[in-house]
C-alpha cells in the first residue's frame, strides 16, 4: 500500500495497460481482493509495483512459458482501483464492484459474496460486452 501520489499521466498509462492486461478477483474465503497485470515484460508491472505496492514475480503459463505478474491485494488493491477508476474504461464497472466489496470486508458478509459472484460473471462474460453497455448508456 503506497501513500503517495501518482502523476495523472502515469495514472492514464497505467489504467489503459490494466483495462487490457489486468485482472481484477475476489476470494471470498480470504475475505479479500486481488488484482493482477501478467506480462512477458518487467518494466511496465514495475510501474505498477512502483505505484501502488504488491510484488512483480517470475510466473510459468500453462504452455511452459515464462512471463512476470504484478500483485496486489486486499486494502493495497482496493486504493489501486480507486486511484484507477476515472481513467478505466473497460473495467470501470468491476473496479466500482470490487471496491465495494473490499470496503464491506468485515461488515455484510452475504452482500460480499453477492458482489464477488457479481466480479465472476462479469470476468466470464468478457470485456467486449461490457464495453458495448458503456458506448449504450
Not at 64 to 71: V, Y
Not at 91 to 99: D, E, F, N, P, Y
Not at 108 to 133: F, H, M, Q, W, Y
Request: net charge positive; charged share 30%; with cysteine.
Amino acid at each position: 500500500m503506497n501513500n503517495f501520489s501518482v502523476p495523472v499521466e502515469e495514472l492514464t498509462y497505467l489504467a489503459g495497460f490494466f483495462d487490457g492486461e489486468g485482472c481484477i478477483q475476489t476470494q471470498v474465503t480470504k475475505r479479500c481482493l486481488a488484482l493482477s497485470v501478467t506480462n512477458k515484460w518487467y518494466t511496465p508491472l514495475e510501474k505498477f509495483m512502483n505505484a501502488f505496492g504488491g510484488r512483480v514475480h517470475l510466473v510459468t503459463d500453462k504452455k511452459g512459458f515464462s512471463c512476470f505478474r504484478w500483485e496486489v491485494y486486499a486494502d493495497g488493491a482496493m486504493l489501486a482501483l480507486k486511484q484507477l477508476l476515472p481513467f478505466l474504461i473497460i473495467k470501470k464497472q468491476r473496479a466500482k464492484i470490487a471496491i465495494e466489496f473490499q470496503e464491506l470486508k468485515y461488515i455484510d458478509p452475504s452482500r460480499r459474496k453477492e458482489l464477488a459472484l457479481k466480479i465472476t460473471s462479469l470476468n466470464k462474460e468478457g470485456a467486449r460486452r461490457e464495453v458495448i453497455r458503456e458506448l449504450e448508456k
